[in-house]
């Protein structure tokens, strides 16, 4: 009987320590995943020619009243295609357009750390004869290289 207690409590033992090491692996590779900040394009935020000259798309946080043009101060994207622009993680991040569907519902664009798809979900024609454009309401989904991913909503304008 002493014979057989030995390795049973050697047994317990290490299945005990191991179970306590895959506890812990787990812990690790969940602090390793950081959650992606959306940060609002600043003033100074000095954006290449590429991105704000011509038609493009502007979008923002909250929803603003473009139709009275107030100011709106908290831009989260702004396109001039092919190259959008984009705060993202306190820095600002030129990407390129890689993919887009015939009417520009879904767009794609990426650069070295991160892709970023635009899905419109809501699209109102605006302005005049002299101005065309659309009002646009849909989500905004990053995903770094590591596999992290932040959906967040928009509202804005494209056009001329």
Known sequence: MRKLFIPLLLLAMLCAF?????????KQNAEQ??????DTIAADDS????????????YYRTKGRFVNEEPQ??????AGYPYAAMKIDGELQIMK?????DNFSVTV??????????????????????SS??????????????GAKKKIKFYGYCGC
């Open 133 to 146: 454009g659309a009002l646009q309401e849909g989500t905004i989904t990053v995903t770094d290289r590591k």
């Open 97 to 101: 357009l890689i993919r887009c569907n």
């Open 33 to 38: 995943v950081h959650e992606i900040v959306i």
């Open 73 to 78: 101060t908290d831009v989260i994207f702004n």
């Open 109 to 130: 664009f990426k650069n070295k750390k991160y892709t970023v798809v635009v899905r419109v979900s809501k699209e109102e024609a605006w302005g005049g004869e002299e």
């Open 18 to 26: 191991a179970c306590g090491s895959r506890t812990d692996n787990g």
């Open 47 to 58: 954006l290449p020619d590429d991105v704000i000259e011509g038609a493009g798309c502007i």
